[in-house]
Each structure stands twice: as structure tokens, then as C-alpha cells.
């Protein structure tokens, strides 16, 4: 057990603005100038294309692809996830080849924008329903994960997209802290539990490491550590401070403190 300060760092996502020619192009230019917009006011940092890499900032050809894939292996430290947003059809082949090329195994969000029942003609319509159905067929394809909004589409600038992208950072940010974490395994699965088995093989070969201690090795720690350690009444107070505390025998509570040093 570990009580600690968590340290808030910036959020860095991965933006693809998808298109397809045959569809309105300037659906796909105002697009991208909503998801800036939107991830501003949220307060999160993005790398996307430039204006004047591809046209519009946009991903459609496979040229388009390894530019922005190129783009992103530069910011592979600080991007935690890639948000796609498909404001009309999107090629699918350009989404999945930027995801291919730059294989920065993160978490991957895809957004497609719904259609006005009143915007049908040739000049407003998306159809990026059929369109999200396409890329995410071919990402399957590929073995690339990936998350969904809560609905197949949603307007960019709707604060339902606004909920599933906190949502997706906290996706992120979870995967991010799993990724080469060092789990503690204190003891043996209870007999009676089947439930809580679990592979460690698969664990490894995620990322995550297993380091299995005997209880009686943590008991033996436990003894050796004096009730007025000064690392003792720090997580003791961090206790009383996180939440209440005055039916919780003191001896019972130094016990938990000595046990969040270990």
C-alpha cells in the first residue's frame, strides 16, 4: 500500500482529422479548426498537422499518413493518446495507415460528426456514420485497439464530446501508469477465491512485472519499524487527513501506516 501526492502533468494528445475528396472538403478544414478549439478550452496541449503539410492539416492520402505518423514519433515521449475525428466519410486507409506507421501503442479515440436532418445536399452532407463503421473495420483489421464515443456520432463541439474526451484522458492516463509498472503480490491467491486468478505471463507481456513477497516477510518489515518513525506518523496523518478516523483504534492505525511503508 502507497499513499502519495499524485504530479499533474500536461496532457499531450495525438489529433487525426480524417477526409475523403468525394465528400464537402471544407467539412473536414472547419473540423479541424473545432477539435483545436475544443481541446483549448479543455486545456489540452495536441500535435496535429500543419496547414501546410497536408491540405487543410488533414490526413486522406497515404502521403498524408507518414507525414503525420513522422509527426507524431517526434512527440513520442509526450503524447498519452490519439483522438481521430471524422467530420465527413474520412478515407479509412489514411486513419489506419498513421496509426500503423507511427505505432506509438497508445490508446486511440474515434469521433465521427453526425449529420443535420436539414444539411443532406451535396454541399453539408458527412456521412461519417458509415465512415466510422469503415475505419473501425480496418483498424480491427490491423489489431489496433481502440475506444468509442458514447454515441456512433456526436457533434465536435457538443459537450458530449467534451465528456468522452475526459473521459479518454482518464483512459490514458491509466494505461500510461500500467505501462512497465512493478506490481507487489503480497502472499498466495485464497483457495476459496478463483475469481482473482490471473496470468502472470500475460502481465509480462503487457508491460507489467510481478514481484511476489511472503506475508510473513512484510510482518518481519512491519516489526522492525519503530511506532514514532518519522515515515510512520507521516502516512499516519495522511489517514487522519484523508478521510475519518476516530473508530479506528490508534494501534490499528499504525499498523496500516507501517504497513503503507513497507
Known amino acids: 500500500m502507497t499513499f502519495f501526492k499524485p504530479k499533474v502533468r500536461e496532457t499531450v494528445f495525438g489529433v ?13 478544414e472547419n473540423g479541424r479548426k473545432e477539435i483545436i478549439s475544443v481541446l483549448e478550452d479543455l486545456g489540452y496541449n495536441y500535435i496535429i498537422l500543419d496547414e501546410n503539410h497536408s491540405k487543410f ?6 502521403e498524408d499518413a507518414k507525414k503525420c505518423a513522422q509527426l507524431f514519433k517526434k512527440h513520442i515521449d509526450s503524447i498519452i493518446g490519439i483522438i481521430v475525428v471524422m467530420p465527413n466519410f474520412s478515407d479509412e486507409k489514411g486513419i489506419a495507415n498513421t496509426l500503423k506507421l507511427a505505432n506509438l501503442n497508445v490508446p486511440v479515440l474515434i469521433q ?4 443535420e436532418i436539414d444539411k443532406m445536399d451535396r454541399t453539408h452532407r458527412r456521412d461519417a456514420f458509415c465512415g466510422k463503421i469503415s475505419v473501425t ?3 480491427y483489421q490491423y489489431g489496433i485497439p481502440f475506444t468509442l464515443t458514447k454515441s456512433h456520432t456526436c457533434a465536435i463541439k457538443s459537450e458530449e464530446f467534451k465528456d468522452d474526451l475526459r473521459r479518454f484522458e482518464k483512459i490514458c492516463r491509466i494505461v500510461k501508469k500500467l505501462q512497465k509498472a512493478r506490481l507487489g503480490q503480497i502472499g498466495t491467491r485464497p483457495s476459496a477465491f478463483e475469481t482473482v486468478r490471473y496470468s502472470e505471463k500475460i502481465l509480462e507481456f503487457n508491460g507489467i512485472s510481478i514481484e511476489p513477497v511472503d506475508l510473513s516477510e512484510i510482518f518481519g518489515y512491519i516489526d522492525q519499524l519503530n511506532d514514532n518513525d518519522a515515515k510512520v ?21 499504525i499498523k496500516l501506516a507501517k504497513l503503507a511503508v513497507v
Not at 487525426?16 to 471544407?26: A, L, M, T
Not at 502516512?235 to 473508530?247: G, H, L, M, R, W
Open 57 to 62: 492539416g488533414v490526413v486522406e492520402t497515404y
Open 16 to 28: 487525426i482529422v480524417g477526409n475523403r475528396d468525394v465528400f464537402p472538403n471544407h467539412l473536414a
Open 233 to 253: 506518523i507521516e502516512k499516519a496523518n495522511f489517514v487522519k487527513n484523508y478521510t475519518a478516523t476516530t473508530v479506528i483504534p490508534e494501534e490499528s492505525l
Open 137 to 139: 473495420s480496418v483498424l
Open 112 to 115: 465521427a460528426s453526425s449529420d
